[in-house]
């Protein structure tokens, strides 16, 4: 039994169903009360600073903070969010689903402490169920701006690479968001990944091999060297006199030194 189906087996107890429709339910909730100024989104989000003085609602209250976008961009996130939240779950199972969750949502919390006094945004941990989407159905075609069409793999080489400029170039904060959002992403596909890399290496490598091969004459005159690739116009064929083995282009066919075994074994 592998390390995630101990920790399935562990979570199975606890395993909310729906838990993304709980989540974007909640930040509907939680946007539609802060419109009206009746909750203050200060007073939910991460900052570990004050979750040490005693604000310990603060762990679970920033999962429900909704995304600081425009509305119409705030609905089609909630939208994507839910869509690719519940196709997991329908995919993998509640358990193993919400173990997915708890464990991005652990790594975001432990992360958020390497920068005590900044508020963690929660948006990374959405980007990891993104990413898992992903890799399980690369070619998934989402509406961009409800017109363009395109496949959810380029999304998410560009989402893989503004967190490796963010891991490279952001500050220590958000390096530590970025390895947080990662973290349950590798565990559940770090394998498949790898094996994928090699998979992919070996193709490669069989593919040079077969254009290296492909870049090879057929045939080459024996005695001026001109091959089918250099000269396709020229028929090459072999001298049954010398072995069968060696080919002549049409001028040197019937024009030649016959290349005998005992001869060629001296010449070698």
């Not at 990944?193 to 045939?219: T, W």
Request: contains cysteine; glycine residues 4%; charged residues 20%.
């Amino acid at each position: 039994m592998s390390l995630l189906d101990r920790l399935e087996r562990l979570c199975r107890p606890v395993a909310l169903p729906h838990l993304t429709l709980i989540l974007v339910l909640g930040q509907v909730l939680v946007w539609g009360l802060s419109l009206v100024e009746a909750i203050d989104l200060n007073q939910l989000r991460l900052v570990p600073l004050l979750v040490l003085e005693g604000e310990i609602w603060r762990l679970l209250t920033f999962f429900f903070v909704p995304p600081a976008v425009h509305p119409v961009f705030l609905a089609f996130a909630w939208y994507i969010f839910y869509l690719m939240g519940s196709t997991l779950e329908s995919e993998w199972g509640i358990p193993r689903y919400n173990l997915f969750l708890f464990l991005g949502a652990a790594a975001t919390i432990a992360a958020s402490f390497l920068a005590p006094a900044t508020a963690a945004s929660n948006a990374f941990l959405a980007g990891s169920v993104f990413l898992a989407f992903a890799w399980l159905y690369p070619n998934f075609e989402l509406a961009l701006f409800l017109i363009l069409p395109v496949k959810v793999k380029w999304l998410a080489w560009l989402t893989i690479a503004i967190y490796a400029l963010q891991l490279i170039f952001g500050p220590p904060a958000v390096q530590a968001m970025v390895v947080a959002a990662s973290f349950n992403v590798v565990l559940f596909f770090g394998r498949e990944m790898a094996r994928e890399l090699r998979n992919r290496r070996r193709q490669s490598v069989r593919r040079a091999e077969r254009e290296a091969d492909a870049m090879q004459p057929r045939h080459r005159c024996t005695t001026c060297g001109r091959s089918d690739l250099s000269h396709p116009e020229l028929e090459f064929r072999y001298c049954s006199k010398c072995g069968g083995t060696h080919a002549y282009c049409e001028d040197h066919l019937r024009n030649h030194e016959h290349v005998v075994p005992e001869r060629a074994e001296r010449r070698r």
